[in-house]
C-alpha cells in the first residue's frame, strides 16, 4: 500500500546565494530575470531582543528569515505552528571552533558554543523567538535531508490534521571541514503546509515514492544550487510553484527512493 | 493512536550487551557508572561506558562508517538476536518497506576530534582517512544501518538532543499510520565524545560523583552511552503480553537553550498530549521513567509538572543512576526499560539516589519493587525545549 501523502502550500520562504527571498527567487525561476552569484544575504532577526540578535548565528539567522517569510506569506501565526526543520548539519563554525579547542591542551570550551553545537540549535531559538510551545522535529538525512523533512512534515499534518512548517536549511563548513563537506553557502526553504485548502492556497501537492531520476534544472547555475544545497534539491518543485505550472517533478531523495511531487496549482 | 507492535526490542548501555544484563542490573539495582578513563579526558566525573565498544568489526562492505558511534551500533543491533529479527521483517515486507528512524546527539563526532588532533601541520588539513558523511555526520548511524540490513526505503535521523530517540517512535508511528512503510527499525546511539565531556562539564551540569537523580543533593548527571533500538510493527498480529505503544507526545519548552521551563510547562504538555493519544487517563499509568538527569534543574521542572499530572499517585524513578544519561539514546533506552518493567512486572529503583528532595511531590522508587505495570510513561527532554513522552502498554 503506498499511501496518497497530499497537503497544501500555503506560504514559502527562501534564501539562497543570489537569492534573497522567495519574490526574487520565484522571478529568477520563471526566467524573468538572471540569477546574480552573490553570498546568501543574512538578515538580522528584528524578531529577537537586541542582545540576542547580535548574537544570532548564521543558521538562526537563516531559519529565523525563511520560516517567518513563509508564515508571514501565509498569514499564519507562528505561536502556534507545528515546525519540521531538516538540515544536513549543525552550526559548521561552531562546530569547527569547538573541534579545534578540544584538540589543544585547553578543553575548556565555552558553554554558549557547547549548547549552540546541538543539531537542534536553531530550532532552539526559532522557539524562544516565536513562543511557539508546539511539537518541533528537527531531522538530518544527509543530501537527503529535505525529503525526509517533508515526509515527516506530511506525516504530522496528516495524522494531526494541523498545519506544519517545515524550514530545510544547510549552512557550510570552514576549513579544513570544508574539505570534506563542501557546502558552499547558507540555503534554505521554509513551506507552510496545510491539511486543508483555503483561500492562500497556492498549490496543492501530492507526494510518493519513485525511483525515476531526479529533475535537473536548465539553467546551470540555479542546477549548481540544487546539487551543492541540500535544502536546495525542492528547486524542481519550487520551480513549478513559481510558474504556476500544474504537473509532476521528481526530486531526489535517498537512492534508491525518490520523491515524485504532483503539483496542481490553486 | 492505534497501537503499534514493538516485535523485538534490545538495549546496550554501561549495565551490559543485550536484555539480560540490563534486567539483572534493574532488578537488583546495580549501575554501570564509574570514574571516567576514557580516552584522554581529564574531568572529575563519572560515565557509564561500555565495554568492548571498539571490538566491533564492520562488515568490509562498509568500512567507511567506522567509528565508535557505529561500532556501538552494530553491537547494539546484534544483542538479543534483533537484527535477525529485522531481517525476517525484511523478508517479510521487502527492503524498501521497513523505514529507519535513529535518534543521535553527537553521532560519531568523537572521530572528528580526533582528526583534528592530526592535521597537517603546513596546510592545516584534516587527515585523508577522516571521513565526515559516515562518520561525524548526524545521519551516519541511520545511513549506516539501512546498509546493514540492505533497505532502500525511507530512512531519517532525528537530532533533538536528549528527546531524539523518544521522537523516532512518534515519526516511525506516522508514517506506519499513513501506511507509507509497514515495520521500522527505531531506535537511538550516541557515543561518548569529548564535545559532551567538556561540554556538559563547562555548564557545571557534570556530577563529580555517580548522579543522583531526584536527591536532595544532586549535583549534575553522569554521560553515558548507549544503543537500543526497536521493531515497531501494526499490531494486528499482536499476542497476549507482547508490548505495545500505545501513545506519543511531542511539545516545546520555546523558553531556553540548556534550561528547562521552570514550572516543567513544556514536560506536562508532552505528558498530557501523550496521554491524549494513548486515550489513557493518568489513574492508568502504573510506573513512570523519569528523565530524571539529575541536574537541579532538570529534576525540579520534571517534578513540578508530575505532581501536577499525577501527584504522588503514579511511581516513578530515574534508571540514569544506573545507565547514566545516554543523551540522545536516552529516549531508546528508557522505552526499553518501560517494556521490561511491563513485561517483568517490576517497578526499577534509583541507584545512587539517597536523600530524596523533599521539596518533589511525587511517589519516586528507590529500590525496585515488583508490581503490576499495565501502562508505562517514559519522559525525554532536551537542549532546546524539545520534550517527547511516549507511553507503553501490553497487548490483551
Request: proline share 6%; aromatic share 6%; net charge negative.
Amino acid at each position: 500500500m503506498n499511501p496518497t501523502l497530499n497537503a497544501w502550500i500555503d506560504g514559502i520562504g527562501f534564501l539562497a546565494p543570489g537569492l534573497p527571498d522567495w519574490p526574487t527567487a520565484s522571478a529568477v525561476l520563471r526566467g524573468e530575470q538572471a540569477l546574480i552569484a552573490a553570498p546568501s544575504l543574512l538578515p538580522a532577526p528584528a524578531i529577537l531582543p537586541p542582545a540576542e540578535r547580535r548574537r544570532a548565528s548564521r543558521v538562526v539567522k537563516l531559519t529565523l528569515a525563511i520560516g517567518l517569510e513563509a508564515a508571514v506569506h501565509a498569514a499564519a501565526d507562528v505561536a502556534t505552528l507545528t515546525t519540521v526543520f531538516a538540515a544536513s548539519g549543525a552550526d559548521g563554525h561552531n562546530c569547527h571552533a569547538l573541534c579545534e579547542q578540544l584538540a589543544t591542551d585547553d578543553r575548556q570550551i565555552s558553554p554558549t558554543r557547547f549548547h549552540n553545537s546541538v543539531h537542534n540549535a536553531a530550532a532552539g531559538y526559532w522557539g524562544i523567538a516565536t513562543h511557539a510551545m508546539a511539537p518541533c522535529q528537527v531531522i538530518c538525512a544527509y543530501d537527503a535531508s529535505f525529503g525526509a523533512g517533508l515526509l515527516d512534515a506530511l506525516g504530522q499534518l496528516l495524522v494531526d490534521g494541523q498545519p506544519v512548517l517545515l524550514i530545510a536549511y544547510d549552512s557550510e563548513y570552514p576549513a579544513p571541514l570544508h574539505a570534506k563537506r563542501d557546502t558552499p553557502d547558507c540555503g534554505g526553504v521554509a513551506l507552510l503546509l496545510s491539511p486543508q485548502q483555503s483561500e492562500r492556497s497556492l498549490s496543492r501537492i501530492t507526494v510518493s515514492p519513485t525511483d525515476e531520476p531526479a529533475e535537473h534544472l536548465a539553467d546551470a547555475a540555479l542546477e549548481s544550487l540544487r546539487t551543492s544545497i541540500p535544502a536546495l534539491r525542492s528547486l524542481p518543485m519550487l520551480q513549478a510553484l513559481a510558474r504556476g505550472e500544474g504537473g509532476r517533478v521528481c526530486l531526489d531523495y535517498l537512492a534508491p527512493m525518490q520523491l515524485a511531487v504532483e503539483v496542481q496549482p490553486c | 493512536m492505534t497501537p503499534l507492535l514493538l516485535s523485538s526490542f534490545t538495549a546496550t548501555t554501561a549495565l551490559g550487551c543485550g536484555l539480560a544484563a540490563t534486567r539483572a542490573a534493574l532488578a537488583n539495582g546495580s549501575s554501570g557508572l564509574q570514574p571516567c578513563r576514557f580516552e584522554s579526558v581529564d574531568l572529575p566525573t563519572w560515565i557509564g561506558e561500555v565495554p568492548g565498544v571498539d571490538a566491533q568489526v564492520l562488515p568490509p562492505a562498509l568500512a567507511a562508517y567506522d567509528c565508535r558511534n557505529n561500532r556501538l551500533t552494530q553491537m547494539g543491533l546484534e544483542a538479543d538476536g534483533f537484527a535477525d529479527q529485522v531481517r525476517a521483517a525484511v523478508a517479510r515486507y521487502g527492503p524498501a518497506r521497513v523505514g529507519v528512524f535513529l535518534g543521535t546527539s553527537t553521532a560519531g563526532i568523537l572521530q572528528t576530534e580526533l582528526a583534528y588532533r592530526r592535521r597537517d601541520p603546513d596546510s592545516g588539513a584534516l587527515p585523508d582517512d577522516f571521513i565526515y558523511r559516515t562518520t561525524h555526520n548526524s545521519f551516519s548511524l541511520a545511513e549506516f544501518t539501512r546498509d546493514y540490513f540492505g533497505l532502500s526505503g525511507m530512512a531519517m535521523a532525528i537530532s533533538t538532543a536528549c528527546s531524539s530517540s523518544a521522537k523516532v517512535f512518534a515519526a516511525a508511528a506516522r508514517q506506519l499510520a499513513l501506511g507509507s512503510i509497514d515495520a521500522a527499525v527505531v531506535g537511538g546511539v550516541d557515543s561518548l565524545c569529548l564535545t559532551t565531556l567538556y561540554g556538559f562539564a563547562s555548564l557545571q551540569l557534570t556530577s563529580t560523583q555517580a548522579c543522583r537523580p531526584y536527591d536532595a543533593g544532586r549535583d549534575g548527571i553522569s554521560i553515558g552511552e548507549a544503543a537500543a533500538f526497536a521493531l515497531l510493527e501494526r499490531a494486528e498480529q499482536a499476542q497476549r503480553g507482547d508490548i505495545l505503544l500505545l501513545g506519543t507526545g511531542e511539545s516545546s519548552d520555546a523558553y531556553h537553550m540548556s534550561s528547562p521551563h521552570p514550572e516543567g510547562l513544556g514536560a506536562r504538555l508532552a505528558m498530557e498530549a501523550a496521554l491524549r493519544s494513548a486515550g489513557l487517563s493518568g489513574d492508568e499509568i502504573d510506573y513512570i521513567n523519569l528523565h530524571g538527569t539529575a541536574t537541579p534543574a532538570n529534576d525540579a521542572a520534571e517534578g513540578k509538572a508530575v505532581a501536577a499530572l499525577f501527584g504522588r499517585r503514579v511511581p516513578g524513578s530515574s534508571t540514569k543512576g544506573a545507565t547514566g544519561h545516554t543523551l540522545g539514546a536516552a529516549g531508546a533506552v528508557e522505552s526499553v526499560i518501560c517494556a521490561l518493567a511491563i513485561g517483568d512486572n517490576l517497578l526499577p529503583g534509583s541507584p545512587g539516589t539517597e536523600n530524596l528532595d523533599p521539596a518533589i511531590a511525587i511517589d519516586y522508587l528507590l529500590q525496585a519493587r515488583p508490581g503490576k505495570v499495565r501502562h508505562a510513561l517514559s519522559n525525554s527532554f532536551g537542549f532546546g525545549g524539545s520534550n517527547c513522552s511516549l507511553i507503553f502498554g501490553a497487548a490483551a
